[in-house]
């Protein structure tokens, strides 16, 4: 089993900045990729990032050159820098993690999830 915490959302206006912060713990060695998705109400969850061990990164291109997805490896612990946010960007963002492909791209791919820590991007 794996389990990952996420923490760092809250509210900030057009134009700011967050980082939010996954932890992992359990079985991670065996952990091919993790991924941060969001999903917005009356939407489905969509990937924003992927970084895989070998740290190789993706974005949806709704993100790109705003967020940046990392990893620290010595303490287990994924980050989403979001730069430039914008009210669309607004949702629950949920941290994933999987054993399988680490091209991961759908969320029935991804193993384990966290509990969603709440972005809100408001004037």
């Known amino acids: 089993q794996v389990q990952l915490v996420e923490s760092g959302g809250g509210l900030v206006q057009p134009g700011g900045s967050l980082r939010l912060s996954c932890a992992a713990s359990?079985?991670?060695?065996?952990?091919?990729?993790m991924a941060w998705y969001r999903q917005a109400p009356g939407k489905q969850r969509e990937l924003v990032a992927r970084i895989t061990t070998g740290g190789s990164t993706n974005y949806a291109d709704s993100v790109k050159g705003r967020f940046t997805i990392s990893r620290d490896n010595a303490n287990n612990i994924v980050y989403l820098q979001m730069n430039r946010l914008k009210p669309e960007d607004t949702a629950v963002y949920y941290c994933?993690?999987?054993?399988?492909?680490?091209?991961?791209?759908?969320?029935?791919?991804?193993?384990?999830w966290g509990q969603g820590t709440q972005v809100t991007v408001s004037s």
């Open positions: 359990g079985r991670i060695l065996s952990i091919n990729a």
């Open positions: 994933a993690a999987t054993h399988g492909p680490a091209t991961a791209a759908r969320v029935d791919e991804y193993d384990y």
